[in-house]
């Protein structure tokens, strides 16, 4: 699948970028799944992107802390919607300006937590195309490190497998994940991002 087709694509499976609209029964928040594209073709297939990632700083009052993640936070109340939340965590967490260096594609379907210690939200994921030029750096005390992984190496079964999260209360419990270039994708992030890489899927 190319570029090209993925607004298409998302807006037939998940409906168009404004029709994502906040849970009114919970807190909401957004993040941008950002595709950067090779230089060297104009309309590139999306498994030659790259998929901007972080990992979060420690932090006792970050329910993720230290996990790897998708730039975005909670949604504000001066921004003017769900995607604007996405463009402005991203560009307070990276330094990525979306506004400026990136366009959305669409949406996914909204993630909700499963642990019963998580916070009680709704995460809108937004998908967002870069140019080749795009850069990220850590821009936050939140954010421990930013990473480009490859799409297909995310796609790759070689790199999946399960991670081993100790839980305090129920003890040891297994995750499906991704492992790459030493980092370690699982829950929220995982179900994100696999649920995005099945888009894919789809025949041309």
């Not at 807006?11 to 919970?26: E, Y």
Request: some cysteine; aromatic content about 6%.
């Amino acid at each position: 699948m190319r570029l090209s087709q993925l607004p298409d694509v998302l807006a037939d499976r998940f409906g168009a970028l404004d029709s994502a609209l906040p849970d009114r029964h919970r807190r909401n928040a957004a993040v941008a799944v950002v595709l950067r594209s090779p230089s060297e073709v104009a309309d590139p297939r999306v498994d030659r992107c790259e998929v901007l990632a972080i990992k979060r700083a420690h932090s006792s009052r970050d329910p993720w802390s230290g996990q790897m993640a998708l730039p975005g936070g909670s949604l504000d109340e001066t921004d003017s919607g769900l995607v604007a939340a996405a463009v402005r965590e991203t560009r307070e967490e990276t330094g990525l300006r979306l506004d400026r260096d990136g366009h959305p594609l669409g949406r996914i379907e909204p993630m909700r937590p499963l642990g019963v210690r998580l916070p009680v939200i709704t995460i809108w994921p937004f998908v967002f195309r870069s140019g080749p030029a795009a850069k990220a750096r850590v821009a936050s005390r939140e954010v421990a490190s930013v990473h480009w992984f490859p799409v297909h190496a995310l796609v790759d079964g070689a790199n999946r497998g399960s991670y081993a999260y100790h839980d305090p209360d129920l003890g040891v419990r297994e995750f499906p994940c991704i492992r790459l270039e030493g980092r370690v994708i699982w829950g929220l992030t995982y179900r994100i991002l696999t649920g995005f890489l099945e888009v894919l899927r789809q025949p041309e």
